[in-house]
Structures are given as C-alpha cells and as structure tokens.
C-alpha cells in the first residue's frame, strides 16, 4: 500500500513538473492570432498596454491575411518585467521572441553584443530616407542598424494646461516663452511646503533634461563636444540658472516631481487635482487623461504647443519605441517581412494612431489622417524637423545625474558652474 | 565511521542543495565583480580590481554605505530596545488571552507585504492630504513638513516606517524567550526584594542571552539587505540620495545602467560588510552559560 502511494505521489510530481515545462509564461497576455498549426510561426514580444495590444493584433491580422504561410503569435508582458525578459530570452539565444517591440534606448545595449539582426540594407535605406533623425539613433552602431523605428518620442514642444483654471483665471494661453514664465510667476501660490498651484511644472524626471537641453540646443548651444559632454559652457550655465531660479526664487513650482515619494507624475497631477497650470510633456499623456482618467479634452485639458526659450526650434529626443529581430531567430527572412510590412508607412500611421504615437516615419507624420484623428499633436507635427538625436548614450544615466545636479544646486546653492563641471566628469568618466 | 557515513549520506542532500543555491550564486557574483560584465555580451572583459578601485572614488556608494549603516544602526538599535520593553510588558499581562491578542496586534504588519505598506505610508507622509501632516496641524499646530521630500526627513521617516513594520517578530521572539525562562529564577528574587526593574536586568536579560543573540543577529542580517521601502519612499534615491542604501544602488547599477560587474563589486561589499558586522555582535553576544 505504501509502495503504491508512494508511485502515485511520484507520478504526480512528474507530470506536475512536466506540465511546467513548455508553459507559456505566467502574467503574459498571448494573441489568439496563429494558433493554428501553419508552415512558419513567428512570435512578437511587448509589453501589455490595453491601447497597443489591440492595435498590434491588427496588424498581426492584416499581415497573416496577406501572407497565409506565415503565423504570428504575440506575447505581452507588464512593462516592469519586460525589459528584463527580454534580457534574459536573448541571453538564452533558445528562447524568446522572433521579433521584439522594444524600446530604442536598450537597444544600446543590445547592438554591440550582436543579439539582434542587422537591418537588411536595401530595407534600412527606405527606412532611413523617411525618418527623423532622432528616430534612429539608437538603432544604428558601427554602420549598421538593430531596429526599425515606429514612433518619434517627443518628451518636448508641448504643454498640458489645465483649462478651467486658465478660464478661472481669465487668461489666454502662452504663445511665448516669457509669456508663459511670466503666467506661471503670477499664478503660482504655496504655503510653506505646500503648494496650491504650480504655474509650471517641469521637474520631472523626463521633463526636466529635456527642457534643459532644448533651451540650449534653441540658444544655438550645443552640450556634447564630439562623443564627450560639455554642459559647463556659458548657454549651458545660463539656461540652467534660468530653471534653477524658477525653483528657488520665482518658486513657480518645487521639487516634489523629483523627490517626492507619490508616485504622482506632474501631468497626472494636473489630471487629477487642480495643483497644476501647465505640465510640459509628450503627446503620449493626452490619451492617458482621456483613456484613464475620463477627462474631456477641450474642457478639462488643453495640449497646446510650448515655446521655445531661445531663437531656434531646436530640441533633443531620443529614439523610442521600435522594431527588432532576434539574431537567434530560425525565422530571419518571415520575422523581417513582418516587421518590414508593419512600418509601411500607410500602414504604421493607422498603429500609430491607435497608439497615441506620434509617427518616426515623415510620410505619415504629414498624412492629413494623423491630425484628423488626433488634432492635439498640430503643433509637434510643425517642429519635428528640429528634433536632434540626444545622443549615443545611456539617457537614464544623464537624467539621474541631471536630477542630482538640479536637486544639488536648489538646496545647497551650489554655484552653477561648478555643478555642471561636476556633471561633465560624471558623465564622461565612463 | 559506519555512523559518520551514514550521517554524510543523509547530509549530502541538504549541502548539494546549499552549495548549488546558496553557494555557487555567491561565487558566481564574486567572479563576476572581476569582469567589465553583460550578460548579453559574448566576451566580457577581465578587469581584475578595476571595479572595487571605482568605489571609493564614486560619491554615491560611499553616501549610500553611509546610509546604509546608519539605518540598520539606529533601527536595529531601536527595533531591539522596543521590542524587548514590550515583549515584557506583553508577558506581564495576568491573561494569556490578552498576551496572545496584543501578539497578534504587533504581528499584523509584518504579515502584509512591505512593498504595499510602504506604499500606503508613502500617503501617510504626504505633505498634502498626509495624515501624519494634519496630525501636527490639528495638535500641535505645526506647518505641513515634506517628509519624503526633504534629504533630511527622508531616513528618519523610513526607520519609523521599518520599526512598525518590523518590530511584530522579534516581540514574538523575545516572548517566546522570557516564557522559556524558569519562575524559580524570579520567585527567588522576590524573596530577596529585587522589583521590576531590577528581574528585568538580573533575570531576565541574561538569561535571554542567547535569544538576543540570534535576534540581533537576524535583524542585523535583515536590515542590512531592506530593499522595498526604499524603493518606494526614498523616490529615485531620494533628495541628495539621502535614501540611497546598498541594496538600492545595486539594484539601479544593475538593472537601470546595466553595469552588472561594478554591481556586483557592491554586492561584494555588502557581503563583506553584513559579514564583518555579524562576526563582530556574535563574539561581543557570547554566552557562557546557560540554565
């Protein structure tokens, strides 16, 4: 009896242990699409978004309609796991995904150490001639590209504003640079550490970098000498001292979007309470108020364009979400008609639409279908042509050193100069 | 001999376990600290000491192993102190029922996850709407205080958050401890006339020896290794990374910058440092005797 139980028990482990195997993965959201046995199936990874997973299984249907021997099985994963799945399936070379939507900045990482396929050349050259030329930068490494790019990330050129109290207050919306500081100045009202409303909040980990750079890059500045920084140059003081003086002596808004532990970004604050005027960020959070929040654009908020500090409509962004081919892939050639049918650009504005994206490709970016479906984005789509690569770097090292060298100067009054020089040997000491 | 085989066989298990999970990783981390390392990369570079040579120019580790210690010196400190005063006052109490009930009291949130009881003491802290904030207000008249946002609010707030979320195991610790110890002990100090105070620190703490012991070595080991609550309270490091412990930077050097070596040459040193720490209260906590 007891032998028999025993055999029993030990079965059951087995099959449990079986049955583990070949599993899809747990908290991973799978497509319907391809699950029929066909000749060739490839698989997509993403991340689990409820307004990009739908238009990704568009897209997978219109491509399996179009090519019948080719299957397409979509995988998503919650964001915050992502990164590192991906990681670890390129690492195993077995595992993982034919294509990956991921985002431009890892592909960093990922290009030197030849975990992606190199982009056809014939293929990348169209790609290249319709683009902006932040929309690629991170893809490319010694000569060749590791990814296609589907959006132009644009974290500057316009404002969120918080209509009702512009209508409370009486006032029209800013159409210049002074103007807009000086709204901020007159409206803003704290008590202590407290603040009622903030005139205009661009401490943000996204926000503040790109502000800064953009009032440097728009002076006629530059902060990149070669492959090496050089914030300490005299637009780069000054433009920062400007901000700096914003905080500490104007006091149109405080540090919280830096240091306080709310997880509460500045533009979802502005969704949600009434302690924000104006939050500059990217065109993505218009969705998320409408979407998540149940805001009515044009009468709970307003996106419109937000001036430039100096002469030139100049800004940096860097390279965001796209497209990448597994080296590993037994699929090369299908994973690549894949991907090369999705950025069609007559097909990919229809994805970037459904996505809230503002599109990498020119093409689209001028289709009269982009404003008609998302008119808020008129005045990005004027200034795309100023957009300027950040740069071939780590850019969650340049905003962490960023905020420390901002948070730095606020609390401690530490001369400018003597931060950015500070910063400079950070940055460059890699 | 017969037997010491016996007891090999039965043991092999259990250290076949231990090294390939416990040891190997350590090992495997160690080796790692050596090399300019990603694990995507089909060659990484061997840079000897070139990593542990970073850290003592690199301002954020020297400020985060600052942190570090005195957040587990002031908590641990703390941590033992409260929970011994109350794991006495606990086992005063005439009722058993009132004993178990004030337990399970100071139990409850170390049952929740620190994670999601960080999160909530984030709203407690806020400055807006923050209860703790309109405590003072409403009391004592005190102007609203940014807790999690002033560098130098951000580590006291964490350590009251962690001694309420930590102090629950080392009360049932302790209790199940000053139970364990014979009543002869204090009915014959009564005799002699010893009160309160003195039971507690003639009887009591000595004879508790050894479970201070392994508790301070417990919650040492624990604290140094805390993780959630700085990541959620102390945002991005906190001001002037004034919430910036170990833990944390090794998670953001590896996972946020990707320089999986230099993390590792940090977790080296955590290692060392828990190590030396622990070494150091076993020798000063031995216990001689015991009843």
């Known amino acids: ?430 | 001999m017969k037997n010491n085989r016996f007891v090999y066989f039965v043991l092999l298990p259990i250290f076949l376990l231990l090294a390939v999970f416990f040891v190997l990783p350590i090992a495997g981390g160690l080796a790692i600290s050596f090399f300019d390392y990603n694990p995507l990369r089909a060659i990484n570079h061997f840079i000897g000491f070139e990593n542990f040579g970073k850290l003592m120019s690199d301002k954020i580790f020297l400020k985060s192993t600052t942190n570090t210690l005195v957040f587990v010196g002031i908590t641990v400190t703390l941590n033992i102190f409260i929970t011994l005063v109350l794991a006495q006052l606990i086992s005063m109490l005439p009722w058993p029922k009132f004993r178990s009930f004030f337990r399970v009291i100071f139990f409850m949130p170390c049952v929740a996850p620190l994670i999601a009881s960080s999160v909530v003491w984030g709203g407690l802290y806020a400055t807006k709407y923050g209860l703790i904030n309109n405590m003072l207000k409403t009391f004592f008249g005190i102007s609203p205080v940014n807790w999690l946002g002033t560098a130098s609010y951000v580590m006291p707030a964490i350590i009251i958050f962690t001694l309420w979320a930590d102090i629950g195991y080392n009360i049932i610790l302790f209790s199940a401890g000053m139970d364990g110890i014979p009543t002869d002990f204090y009915e014959a100090a009564e005799i002699d006339g010893a009160g309160m105070v003195k039971k507690f620190f003639y009887i009591t703490l000595p004879l508790l020896g050894r479970t201070v012991s392994f508790v301070v070595a417990m919650t040492i080991i624990s604290h140094f290794q805390m993780f959630a609550q700085f990541q959620v309270l102390a945002k991005l490091g906190g001001p002037e990374n004034s919430g910036n412990v170990l833990t944390y930077y090794i998670y953001k050097t590896a996972f946020q910058t990707k320089d999986m070596g230099y993390a590792s040459a940090i977790a080296v040193v955590l290692f060392v440092l828990i190590m030396i720490v622990t070494i150091i209260q076993q020798r000063l906590n031995r216990v001689e005797w015991g009843y």
């Open chain 1, 1 to 430: 009896m007891k032998k028999f139980t025993s055999c029993v028990l030990a079965v059951a482990l087995a099959a449990s242990l079986l049955t583990g195997c070949g599993a899809p993965a747990a908290n991973s959201d799978s497509s319907a699409a391809g699950k029929s046995g066909a000749a060739t199936t490839i698989t997509l990874w993403s991340h689990i978004d409820e307004n990009w997973n739908p238009a990704q299984d568009k897209m997978i249907a219109d491509f399996e309609a179009a090519n019948p021997d080719i299957k397409v099985v979509r995988e998503s994963f919650p964001y915050d796991e992502f990164e590192s799945k991906t990681q670890t399936s390129l690492l195993s070379k077995e595992g993982g995904a034919d294509v990956y939507q991921l985002w431009g900045g890892w592909a960093i990482d990922y290009a030197k150490t030849g975990a992606f396929s190199p982009v056809p050349d014939t293929y990348m050259e169209k790609v290249k001639s319709d683009s902006y030329e932040p929309v690629i930068g991170s893809f490319g490494y010694k000569g060749k590209y590791y990814g296609v790019p589907l959006e132009f990330n644009i974290e500057y050129g316009g404002l969120l504003v918080n209509t009702p109290k512009f209508k409370e207050l009486g006032i029209q919306y800013p159409t210049t640079w002074d103007d807009m500081i000086n709204i901020a100045k007159k409206n803003s009202s704290s008590d202590g550490a407290v603040y009622h409303l903030r005139g205009l909040d661009f401490v943000g980990w996204d926000t503040l970098p790109y502000t800064w750079l953009s009032m440097i890059l728009s002076s006629g500045g530059k902060y990149m000498e070669g492959d090496k920084f050089n914030f300490n140059n005299p637009v780069g003081v000054e433009t920062m001292q400007k901000l700096v003086d914003y905080v500490a002596v104007d006091k149109i808004t405080n540090l919280d979007g830096l240091t306080n532990a709310s997880d509460t970004e500045p533009y979802q604050k502005l969704f949600t309470s009434d302690e924000e005027l104006m939050v500059p960020r990217g065109p993505w959070t218009v969705s998320e108020g409408i979407h998540v929040d149940g805001l009515e654009y044009g009468k709970d908020f307003e996106y419109v364009a937000m001036p430039f500090y100096g002469p030139q409509k100049l800004f940096a962004a860097e390279t965001g979400w796209g497209l990448a081919v597994n080296a590993s892939s037994k699929n090369q050639e299908a994973a690549w008609k894949f991907v090369e049918f999705w950025t069609d650009p007559d097909r990919v504005l229809d994805y970037n639409i459904a996505c809230g994206m503002v599109p990498a490709s020119k093409t689209a970016a001028h289709n009269p279908e982009l404003l008609k479906a998302m008119p808020y984005l008129e005045p990005l789509v004027n200034i795309l042509d100023g957009g300027k690569f950040i740069g071939y770097f780590n850019t969650d090292k340049l905003k962490e050193n960023v905020k420390n060298t901002f948070i730095d100067i606020v609390n401690n009054k530490t001369p400018v100069a003597e931060a950015l020089e500070k910063l400079d040997s950070t940055m460059n000491a890699e």
